[in-house]
């Protein structure tokens, strides 16, 4: 459990980055698990709406039956989000 300090820290940091999602304009995937009770997938949601970066460049994973640890989990869940994030990737160098 985080010190209260530590917790209104992350909060205001939490807060920030929602204020400014508008500004990203840079390439970016995001991968989040829909059953996260430690961050919420609405966040990346909200972010992969708002950030202005063109549709092209930027990608959302949300994934149905993972938790927070995204990397963390059974194996075939970890390896299909691995594979959207290098596919992702691939489609950025070619």
Known sequence: M???ASAVQM????EEI?????EVTFPFCVVHGK??????????I???KRART????K???IYENCWHGITQEPEEYV??????VFSWIDDRIQ
């Open 79 to 84: 390896k299909q989000m691995w594979q959207d």
């Open 46 to 48: 909200e972010l992969f």
């Open 59 to 61: 990608r959302l994973g």
């Open 11 to 14: 909060l205001r940091a939490t």
């Open 35 to 44: 059953l996260d009770v430690v961050t919420d997938p609405q966040c990346s």
């Open 54 to 57: 063109d549709e092209k460049l």
């Open 2 to 4: 985080p010190r209260l």
């Open 18 to 22: 929602q204020s400014r999602m508008e």
